[in-house]
């Protein structure tokens, strides 16, 4: 299984990103996926979540600007940032979680947003 996380980068505040996590190795469909970050210095934080059904949540310091969404086709899953602040810059990774079993994380895309 591997997850391959793209589009980080650095842009200024209240510019737009869209960060995408590709899935290879595993049936895609069955896994609920989420987005973390973790900002420099900090923990790891949950951001956005995405069902297996489509339903989606988000992290009330996300919410309105940030939106998850996944293409089972084409085995990822997507993060359009928009409104970007400071306090957004982190390292981002994509979640794979099933049913049950094992979880799996991608390797991180490193996102900056200067002020």
């Known amino acids: 299984v591997q997850l391959q996380a793209s589009g980080g980068g650095l842009v200024q505040a209240g510019g737009s990103l869209r960060l995408s996590c590709a899935a290879s190795g595993m049936l895609f469909s069955i896994y609920a996926m989420g987005w973390y970050r973790q900002p420099p210095g900090k923990q790891r934080e949950w951001v956005a979540g995405?069902?297996?059904?489509?339903?989606?949540n988000y992290a009330d310091s996300v919410k309105g600007r940030f939106t998850i969404s996944r293409d089972n086709a084409k085995s990822t899953v997507y993060l359009q940032m928009n409104s970007l602040k400071p306090e957004d810059t982190a390292v981002y990774y994509c979640h794979a979680q099933p049913g049950y079993g094992p979880s799996y994380w991608g390797q991180g895309t490193l996102v900056t947003v200067s002020s």
């Open positions: 995405i069902t297996t059904g489509g339903s989606t």
